[in-house]
């Protein structure tokens, strides 16, 4: 799942009943696909599960300077969103809190239906328990033109320097 500043989940990868590692789905997801055609502006934050690309930062395992760890702290504060949103969910439908006893494929269904309303309820301005969350800014545009002719890590490495050093 994929979520955004207010915590809406915008992208939902339902076709994995059971248990799959993120690395195995993000590149197999249309999501991924969409990205790598180019259908979408920014970039994602992942997790050090997911593998580093020029629209899906993650962590530097090993910092190695001040830049890369005020990134990795900062990654991680903004990451926090989508730990906010699950936890969200779970709240508005306590059915998400424990193991689903049913068939995988049917678990699906019921996580995607979950969802829908919990978007709607965003939408229309329902009350959340949320926590108030620091966006830092990130110029977008810089980011488009760096990302043209750069690899994820050197794209990494660029804002790191440029943004945290």
Not at 22 to 32: F, V
Not at 56 to 70: D, E, G, I, K, S
Not at 75 to 101: A, M, N, P, Y
Request: charged share 15%.
């Amino acid at each position: 799942m994929v979520c955004d500043a207010n915590f809406k989940f915008t992208s939902v990868c339902a076709s994995w009943p059971g248990s799959v590692h993120d690395s195995r789905i993000w590149p197999e997801s249309s999501l991924c696909r969409q990205f790598e055609r180019g259908e979408h502006n920014g970039i994602l934050l992942g997790d050090s599960g997911y593998p580093l690309g020029v629209f899906l930062m993650t962590p530097y395992l090993n910092p190695q300077t001040n830049a890369h760890q005020r990134f990795n702290a900062s990654l991680c504060r903004t990451r926090v969103l989508i730990e906010q949103s699950f936890g969200i969910l779970k709240r508005r439908f306590s059915c998400l809190q424990g193991t689903l006893r049913t068939t995988p494929e049917q678990a699906v269904a019921y996580v995607v239906a979950c969802v829908i309303p919990h978007n709607l309820g965003i939408q229309t301005g329902d009350v959340l328990d949320r926590l108030d969350h620091p966006v830092d800014a990130f110029d977008l545009t810089a980011h488009q033109v760096v990302c043209n002719s750069l690899e994820g890590s050197h794209l990494r490495d660029y804002i790191a320097q440029t943004y945290f050093g």
